[in-house]
């Protein structure tokens, strides 16, 4: 199965040109003890970890790429803070075409690895997606390159890439198929903003139950959460100072967007701290046994945070978005098991340990 297996998504792209590699048709889990320990009776996780390239940006590449096919292009130019250009550069490998990408100044290394596995060249770019003024001149350099006969530029958000984020719109209709119930609300991490409004509009195109859309952001990059959550209009750009890899998107982007489309599902904004992302990354392994990055556990953060102040019901359908392998950050497996050693015992010690007393 792959999202192709949706009529409205196949329509777009003939046939011969479709690319995939198995990507959608990721699990919704139902929470057995996060949930229960906060009285969500009814709390699930859409585990997009398990994408082929490790990351819900799976969806974006299968739809980019074969539009690029169909239209003849063999050339990708793209940019990324790790997920995209691996997913890119995953099915750039599959179609035969070329893979170019600049990446964040902070991205972690083994995202960079994974691209230069599937054979995408890379360059990191000073102050790219930390500083506002330096991420809008490399989008903008991107844009020129792009402009050469058989090169197309992919960036994850529709204000860059419209066709391929069509293609991130497959998980509401998954969602809207995979719950018994109507859900309630959709928790989705935000860095430029194209998840949440991709979800929000999938809902709105092909299910009659629109959840609420609910955006998550790290305080240390308020572009969206905030202005959504005090009734403001537009995204703002910030000096970005969060650590979370893959969120660090200081420009509007889908900025605006995403404010009046979750806005209009009922949804609001929601801002967590580091720390307290870092704390549902390690409550989602222990206690769930899903093994996702930090970025990946920021929309749970933000579902505890609400369900402790009050602001969703308990006993909703409540959806979080877990959008990236726990593989894809080494330095937050780091944190997640600081301390804790592997020793190496004699076969004799092992056998006495399970003898019984």
């Known amino acids: 199965m792959s999202i192709w297996r949706w009529d409205d998504l196949a329509a777009k792209v003939a046939a011969d040109s479709r690319i995939t590699l198995g990507e959608g048709e ?104 930390l500083d506002a003024e330096a991420t809008r001149q490399t989008f903008e350099a991107l844009r020129r390159r792009a402009e050469r006969p058989g090169a197309a530029l992919q960036i994850s958000a529709y204000h860059y890439s419209p066709d391929g984020m069509i293609g991130v719109q497959s998980i509401a209709y998954e969602l809207a198929t995979q719950s018994d119930l109507p859900i309630a609300h959709v928790f989705c991490p935000a860095g430029g903003g194209g998840l949440a409004l991709a979800v929000a509009r999938g809902f709105q195109a092909g299910s009659a139950n629109s959840p609420r859309i609910e955006c998550v952001q790290p305080v240390g990059n308020n572009t969206i959460a905030g202005p959504l959550r005090d009734g403001e209009d537009q995204a703002r750009k910030v000096v970005c100072t969060t650590t979370i890899s893959g969120l660090q998107v200081p420009d509007v982007i889908d900025g605006d967007e995403t404010i009046a489309a979750c806005r209009n599902s009922g949804g609001t904004g929601h801002l967590v701290e580091d720390d307290e992302v870092w704390e549902a990354q390690f409550l989602l392994a222990r206690d769930e046994g899903i093994f996702c990055e930090p970025a990946g556990a920021v929309a749970l953060a933000g579902a505890l945070r609400a369900a402790r102040n009050g602001e969703i019901d308990r006993d909703n359908s409540i959806v979080c978005m877990v959008t990236g392998s726990g593989f894809k950050d080494s330095n937050s497996i780091e944190r997640m098991v600081a301390g804790r050693s592997c020793p190496t015992v004699e076969l004799g010690e092992l056998l006495a340990r399970d003898s019984p007393s």
């Open 26 to 129: 990721t699990p919704l889990v139902a929470s057995r003890r996060i949930g229960r320990a906060l009285g969500l009776s009814r709390l699930s996780f859409k585990v997009e970890c398990a994408n082929p390239s490790g990351s819900y940006k799976d969806r974006f590449a299968a739809m980019a790429i074969s539009h690029m096919k169909a239209n003849g292009q063999s050339q990708c130019i793209a940019t990324s803070s790790g997920n995209t250009g691996a997913a890119l550069a995953a099915y750039c490998a599959a179609a035969g075409v070329s893979c170019e990408i600049a990446v964040v100044e902070t991205a972690p290394e083994n995202k960079l690895r994974q691209m230069q596995a599937y054979g995408a060249r890379i360059y990191r770019v000073k102050g790219f997606g």
